[in-house]
């Protein structure tokens, strides 16, 4: 079982940055792929980004095409935190934010479904 606790969200303007905390609970943290969803009002839940596991001391990450080149994703092991760096905001970017851990591999990393746990969501809103 993991807990996941998203923190970091709140109101910018367009422009600037936020950076989105997902504390987890438990010891298997580094077992699994850690992926950042949002979903915005009357839309549905949509992939920002991924970061895998550690495999042989490398970890991948992807983004979605909309926050490429503006958003970084990355991880602390030792603080069971993952994190989502998120810059040159968008009002299109608001949003409620979801961390979620996923223990299966593959290449459908961006789809909802693939992730066992996920957090409580934090609301990004982002003025123009």
């Known amino acids: 079982q993991v807990q996941l606790v998203e923190s970091g969200g709140g109101l910018v303007q367009a422009g600037g940055s936020l950076r989105l905390s997902c504390a987890a609970s438990?010891?298997?943290?580094?077992?699994?792929?850690m992926g950042w969803f949002r979903q915005a009002p009357g839309k549905e839940r949509e992939f920002v980004a991924v970061?895998?596991?550690?495999?042989?001391?490398?970890?991948?990450?992807y983004y979605a095409d909309s926050v490429k080149g503006r958003f970084i994703i990355s991880r602390d092991n030792a603080k069971n935190t993952v994190y989502l760096q998120m810059n040159s905001l968008e009002p299109e970017d608001t949003a409620v934010y979801y961390c979620?851990?996923?223990?299966?591999?593959?290449?459908?990393?961006?789809?909802?479904?693939?992730?066992?746990?996920w957090g409580q969501g934090t609301q990004v809103t982002v003025s123009s």
């Open positions: 970061i895998s596991r550690s495999r042989f001391s490398i970890t991948y990450a």
């Open positions: 979620a851990a996923g223990s299966d591999s593959g290449s459908d990393y961006y789809q909802p479904r693939r992730y066992d746990y």
């Open positions: 438990g010891r298997t943290f580094s077992r699994y792929d």
